[in-house]
Nanobody, 120 residues
């Protein structure tokens, strides 16, 4: 079955950097778009970045554009999120996501999440 395992979160000072990783298994990784979402306390989960399956085209939330970079290594079945110039408002649990369409219905798959805390 589909499994997504995030790693790389932690505590970092404002202005610092972190790289999140998401190891995927149970599906043909190279043929699916991959995304990173985040959820801060008391807020709804929001889309941070998405990368397409083949062309590698990317899209970002306005709040992270220019600071975060999503990438993927199809040989390693892994998607990354490089986060630079981190701000306290980036504090959240970050989730890896992919989805499949079957019979016209969308099925979302999530990792367990990794905590990112930006604080001095």
């Amino acid at each position: 079955q589909v499994q997504l395992v995030e790693s790389g979160g932690g505590l970092v000072q404002p202005g610092g950097s972190l790289r999140l990783s998401c190891a995927a298994s149970g599906f043909t990784f190279s043929t699916y778009a991959m995304s990173w979402y985040r959820q801060a306390p008391g807020k709804e989960r929001e889309l941070v970045a998405v990368i397409s399956s083949t062309s590698g085209s990317t899209n970002y939330a306005g709040s992270v554009k220019g600071r975060f970079t999503i990438s993927r290594d199809n040989a390693k079945n892994t998607v990354y999120l490089q986060m630079n110039s981190l701000k306290p408002e980036d504090t959240a649990v970050y989730y890896c996501n992919t989805y499949q369409l079957r019979g016209g219905q969308r099925y979302d798959y999530w990792g367990q999440g990794t905590q990112v805390t930006v604080s001095s």
